[in-house]
């Protein structure tokens, strides 16, 4: 167990739609980042948050948006979903000046 | 590129056997590396890791060498075990940045 947490683990919602999936950092890490891993790419990186503030973006797009809280907790929200958009989406989290980031175990997201 | 599920180099090796899987990064900044082994259903779960000042590092069991001239990574694991069995990922890292760049991973089948 990594420390990282996220929900929920498996999503199944319908084309157009939205949804929200969250992470949980481990325990005093301060920055979140979120991938993306599909069968037909590798895991491409999303977004990367420290401490409330967007740090870092790759390839995420703009029907995506992602938040971190004052309690570290991460959001990433996904809208106007296509059958694409199905795919693992991760969160990994690391201290502050460490390179190690560490991966929860996933949110399976299936679009219909 | 491969695809992770479907069209991944795959290493098959016999138990007992040592394996060593391979990696081949793309920028020359890149100063932090990783490998990452990802069970079926799971999140990327840290193996080792090593910085661009050391060529090699041993852990339990694995061993990371590092050739910057070739920028070409690789793991060896020793007295493979089923449980073994997964998808290996390699992510570098640049100084300076916190984006982290993964591999396209190699699938690798212990034999018993």
């Known amino acids: 167990d990594s420390g990282v947490t996220q929900t929920p683990k498996h999503l199944i919602t319908a084309t157009g739609q939205r949804v929200t999936l969250r992470c949980s950092p481990r325990?005093?890490?301060?920055?979140v980042y979120w991938y993306q891993q599909s069968l037909d790419q590798g895991l491409q990186f999303l977004i990367q948050?420290?401490?409330?503030?967007?740090?870092a973006k790759g390839n995420i797009l703009e029907r995506f948006s992602a938040q971190q809280f004052p309690d570290l907790h991460s959001e990433l929200n996904l809208s106007s979903l296509e059958l694409g958009d199905s795919a693992l989406y991760f969160c990994?989290?690391?201290?502050?000046?460490?390179?190690?980031?560490?991966f929860g175990e996933g949110s399976w997201l299936t679009v219909v | 590129g491969e695809s992770v599920g479907l069209h991944l180099p795959t290493l098959s090796v016999q138990e007992g056997d040592n394996s060593i899987i391979n990696c081949a990064y793309s920028?020359?900044?890149?100063?932090?590396f990783i490998w990452y082994k990802q069970e079926s259903g799971k999140g990327p779960q840290f193996i080792i890791d090593?910085?661009?000042?050391?060529d090699k590092r041993q852990g339990q069991r694995v061993t990371v060498l590092l050739n910057k001239t070739v920028k070409h990574l690789s793991l060896q694991i020793a007295a493979t075990q089923p449980g073994d069995s997964a998808v290996y990922f390699c992510?570098?890292?640049?100084?300076?940045?916190?984006?982290?760049?993964f591999g396209t991973g190699t699938r690798l089948k212990v034999l018993a």
């Open positions: 992510a570098e890292k640049a100084s300076g940045t916190y984006k982290y760049i």
């Open positions: 990994a989290s690391s201290v502050e000046g460490a390179n190690t980031i560490y």
């Open positions: 325990s005093g890490d301060l920055s």
């Open positions: 948050y420290y401490n409330g503030e967007e740090r």
């Open positions: 920028n020359s900044a890149s100063d932090y």
């Open positions: 090593i910085r661009s000042n050391m």
